[in-house]
């Protein structure tokens, strides 16, 4: 005999009462269709720090220079990725981020399981306000490069007193941990003629143009590396600060420790030594942890 209306039969999958009203029913249904799938759905892997999830989430920054793309940010950290999840045993995905502000709000949110990042100091503001954990750094570290044209009568850091000098602009990185380097050495910007320009290759234009008469750049960049070779001088070189640090969120020390493990061995095997070439590391160093929590300090940050 058909059902009454507004009735519906019992299910042969979620049995219940005959002739149960269609709302009840329907409730009664929803229940048991959300008790099927979730049986039959497998289980993720669990993220550390016990969010789930079948992958980590690793975010690339390479700050201000070149002009690589999503596509090709993954293809050149895929690698890298490979090695910190063979560590972990679970997937690695690289995601690009472009602005500073998505780092930070990446990081904020910890939409990022895992940072390697330029400049130094996001990193540094990841393990200071945000709860992440040290793993590496990259070598050769970074330093300020104080530089003149080859023609310059200038000679030493104590003669730059008085003397136009160009940065890049105010709020880098660079001029930040150039001015932080020149503090230190008794020369305080503020009281100084400084000219502050867009990006660091215009700061080889103001000097070999007569613009300024000493100037500042990263040790990293192509200005530096090229300078000597054109007959100029770097009359002075920074300390050391780390370079490209690696950081992790709601990673356990024997994960930490693994990671570490397989960057470290990187230099040793052919496969590792592409990986590090291709994204422009001599190797990784893992004992710059102390440096990297104090460089905002350094930095008057």
Request: charged letters at 20%; a positive charge; glycine letters at 8%.
């Amino acid at each position: 005999m058909p059902p009454a209306l507004g009735t519906i039969p019992p299910s042969p999958v979620c049995p219940g009462r005959k002739g149960l009203h269609l709302k009840t029913a329907f409730a009664q249904w929803l229940i048991c269709l959300s008790l099927l799938i979730g049986a039959s759905v497998p289980a993720l892997a669990q993220r550390p720090g016990g969010q789930t999830s079948n992958q980590l989430v690793f975010g690339i920054s390479e700050g201000t220079s070149g002009g690589l793309d999503h596509a090709q940010v993954m293809a050149k950290y895929k690698g890298l990725a490979d090695v910190i999840g063979r560590a972990l045993k679970m997937k690695v995905s690289v995601v690009f981020a472009r602005e500073f502000a998505q780092l930070e709000e990446g990081m904020k949110s910890g939409r990022y399981d895992l940072v390697m990042a330029r400049p130094s100091d996001y990193p540094s503001r990841g393990l200071r306000d945000y709860g992440y954990s040290y793993i590496a750094s990259a070598k050769p570290e970074g330093q300020c490069f104080v530089i003149v044209p080859k023609d310059s009568p200038i000679k030493s850091l104590a003669e730059v007193k008085g003397k136009r000098i160009v940065l890049p602009e105010q709020i880098a990185y660079m001029s930040r941990f150039c001015a932080a380097e020149l503090r230190d050495k008794g020369i305080l910007l503020p009281q100084e003629k400084v000219q502050y320009v867009r990006e660091q290759a215009a700061v080889a234009f103001f000097l070999n143009n007569k613009f300024a008469d000493v100037g500042a750049v990263a040790s990293y960049s192509g200005i530096a590396r090229n300078w000597e070779k054109d007959g100029n001088r770097v009359i002075h070189k920074s300390v050391l600060q780390p370079y490209f640090p690696l950081i992790a969120r709601q990673l356990k020390p024997d994960q930490i420790k693994a990671i570490q493990r397989e960057l470290l061995a990187m230099p040793g095997n052919p496969t590792g030594q592409a990986e590090l070439q291709r994204i422009g590391v001599k190797e990784f160093d893992i004992t710059t942890e102390s440096r990297l929590r104090d460089l905002l300090k350094w930095l008057g940050l």
